[in-house]
């Protein structure tokens, strides 16, 4: 390549030149390097070369020229033959000498410069391109001579609450007095809802946290409880809540959670071992003596269940039920609940709207007895299987955090808060839960009753579909219809797959009832279905036909329970029996007693109190005692089992 003054012709004059060079001016070098024979084809590469000199070194002085005020140039811009890569302007790549420009640099005007904040001249700089931490480092360094930045090491003039903390290093910091002002904290953080505090924290957890805890036995005193553990530290709880027992067992720790947990997807574990920190309100607490549970009907008529109406007299109510169903059912079975101070047990949801709520809302009586049903089945009904025992909340079920976290995401705040517009869709009205047996399904629906503040009636699928049982049809109608009649209420149908069992052979008693059950569950049964929450559960999930199946709008596994889980429910069903093992005692029960539900660790106690000549036993049980009951009572479900429950879940669950 040769380069003389005279080939900087302007373009229009390049084909003269060019015909001009190609026929008479070959260079002496390129000549020498002409083969014979070939001349026609160098010449033309000869000239190539050269028009390719030319051409290059004219466009680009014109098109530097002309795009130099586009160019947003925030610093100094170096000579072109500057940079590494310049021979690839060149056109000959890898090229290591500097390109030799006619002029060099060409003046390249900066947009910054005249603008207020930028310094001008070789001293200035501003904070754009140029300032780059990538650029910064790509770019050698003296070519940043006159840039203001001062290379990363620059203190940045911002204060630190104005965006400094985002500003890379390599940022040009600019002088604050050309700079607009901050903008005022409140535009850069949004106001705090009224009551929280400007810097207090958003739980009343105590300030240094709650103290480690080792394991079982040698745990500190649990810290008193905030006053509000939920509210904010500018909200005044709405009624104190009650100071707890001195005696309290302390959460336990997770030292004892087995390498591998049958059943227990890895997803799962994890969920549930971040309990403490995404699951705290979840957190177990074993103060309440465990509700009895199992039984079908747990009647408990003994005039004090309230079932949040069905039982409950409101003052004078007596007088207003007027025998409304033939067959002497009064009314006041059916009453508005009473939801005075003294009856409303729970304090989550003090405000009842009389008016109809919205669509979507839960609570909404309708006071419409329902039509078609026989009398006598909702007699029958609501005195038999209305729950009446204690409420259940969220830390009475032990572990389960994922499971806890979804129902009130998926299910109970969906159905206590109104839709947020009109053509909000529907929240679900029904729930699967399957898992093994005693792993806490039916525990999970009555802490949704008590959750929704809804009265709980319970039926047993088994039951029903008993051979010989004629009137399952028509209990299965009536519970559906007094659970309509007086919303909010929580159906809970336990061992479902028992009314489905046998859905083509309609000659017997399951079979019966699969189309009543179908029929209802699409709404039928009685007056509008808004404030009925049914829950199904089974621990045959593979039974449920298709057809079932759909009709549960979410389906849940419910575990066998987890290491830690185990030592609660352990822990808690021990202390009612005046046990307290060591911390090296309980760990090794836990570790036993892999794969038990909480039903069987439930067992596991009661057969090491029978062992030992419970009840009437004059000393506390003792390790031995639970050792012994450990060859008796094992767990039910075996691994198959649990890998069937966890292929269903993928399938059809919801998959928390
Ligand atoms: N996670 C848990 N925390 C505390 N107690 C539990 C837990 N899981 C089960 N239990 C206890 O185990 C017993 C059986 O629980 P539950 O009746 O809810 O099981 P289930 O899954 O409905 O069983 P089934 O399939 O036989 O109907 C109850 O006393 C319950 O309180
Ligand atoms: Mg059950």
């Not at 009130?408 to 929240?427: C, D, I, K, M």
């Amino acid at each position: 390549m040769h380069w003389t003054p005279e080939h900087a012709q302007p373009l229009n004059q390049w084909p003269e030149q060019h015909l001009d060079v190609s026929s008479t001016t070959p260079s002496p070098a390129h000549k020498l390097e002409l083969p014979p024979g070939g001349r026609q084809r160098c010449h033309y590469a000869w000239a190539h070369d050269d028009i390719s000199a030319l051409t290059a070194s004219n466009l680009l002085k014109r098109y530097a020229e002309k795009y130099s005020g586009v160019l947003d140039s925030p610093y100094e811009r170096p000579t072109l033959g500057g940079y590494g890569d310049a021979a690839f302007l060149n056109g000959a790549k890898g090229d290591p000498e500097p390109w030799p420009g006619p002029e060099t640099p060409y003046p390249l005007a900066s947009l910054h410069e005249g603008l207020p904040g930028t310094k001008s001249g070789t001293g200035g700089g501003s904070g754009g391109l140029g300032g780059s931490p990538v650029l910064a480092g790509n770019l050698p360094e003296p070519l940043y001579a006159g840039n203001a930045c001062g290379g990363p090491s620059a203190a940045p003039e911002y204060a630190a609450g104005y965006g400094g903390g985002y500003l890379a290093p390599g940022y040009c910091t600019q002088t604050g007095a050309a700079l607009p002002p901050p903008p005022p904290a409140a535009l850069l953080q949004p106001p705090p809802p009224p009551g929280y505090g400007p810097s207090g924290p958003l739980y009343n957890y105590p300030a240094g946290g709650y103290a480690a805890q080792p394991g079982y036995g040698t745990l500190p005193p649990p810290p008193a409880p905030p006053p509000a553990p939920y509210l904010t530290s500018g909200l005044a709880a709405p009624t104190p809540l009650p100071t707890p027992a001195p005696s309290r067992p302390p959460p336990s720790s997770y030292g004892f959670q087995g390498a591998s947990e049958a059943g227990v997807s890895l997803k799962r574990k994890a969920a549930d071992e971040g309990a403490e920190g995404r699951y705290r309100k979840y957190a177990f607490e074993p103060t309440k003596a465990p509700a009895a549970d199992g039984a079908s009907y747990p009647a408990a008529d003994n005039g004090e269940c309230r079932g949040n109406g069905f039982r409950a007299k409101p003052p004078g109510a007596a007088e207003e039920a007027s025998g409304k169903y033939s067959g002497g059912v009064p009314l006041k079975v059916l009453g508005s609940p009473v939801y005075g101070p003294q009856l409303e047990p729970f304090e989550k949801f003090p405000e009842r709207s009389p008016a109809p709520a919205p669509r979507g809302g839960f609570a909404v009586p309708s006071g419409e007895p329902p039509k078609g049903v026989d009398p006598g089945a909702l007699e029958l009904v609501t005195s038999k299987m209305v729950d009446c025992g204690p409420p259940v909340q969220w830390a009475d079920v032990a572990g389960q955090g994922a499971l806890k976290a979804a129902l009130e995401e998926e299910l109970v705040w969906p159905l206590l808060r109104p839709p947020a517009y009109p053509g909000s869709p529907r929240p679900p009205r029904t729930v699967l839960l399957f898992g093994p047996r005693g792993a806490g399904k039916a525990l999970l629906g009555r802490c949704l009753a008590t959750q929704l503040g809804a009265t709980l009636l319970r039926l047993r699928g088994a039951t029903l579909a008993a051979p010989g049982s004629a009137e399952g049809t028509r209990l299965l109608q009536a519970a559906f219809a007094a659970a309509r009649c007086r919303p909010p209420a929580v159906l809970l149908i336990s061992e479902l797959d028992a009314l489905l069992s046998a859905r083509e052979d309609s000659a017997t008693a399951a079979g019966a009832l699969q189309a009543p059950l179908l029929a209802c569950l699409d709404g039928g049964c009685g007056a509008g279905a808004d404030g009925v929450l049914v829950v199904g559960t089974t621990s045959r999930p593979a039974a449920l036909d298709e057809a079932t199946r759909r009709r549960f709008a979410l389906r849940f596994y419910v575990t066998l329970p987890d290491g830690p889980a185990r030592g609660q429910i352990l822990q808690r069903a021990l202390a009612q029996q005046g046990c307290a093992l060591s911390e090296r005692e309980l760990a090794a029960l836990v570790q036993g007693t892999q794969g038990f539900s909480g039903g069987e660790l439930g067992q596991l106690c009661q057969q090491a109190a029978a062992g030992a000549g419970l009840p009437g036993l004059q000393r506390p049980l003792s390790y031995k005692d639970l050792e012994a009951a450990l060859a008796k009572v094992g767990p039910r479900a075996s691994p198959k089992e649990l890998d069937s429950f966890v292929e269903w879940d993928k399938m059809y669950g919801f998959g928390h």
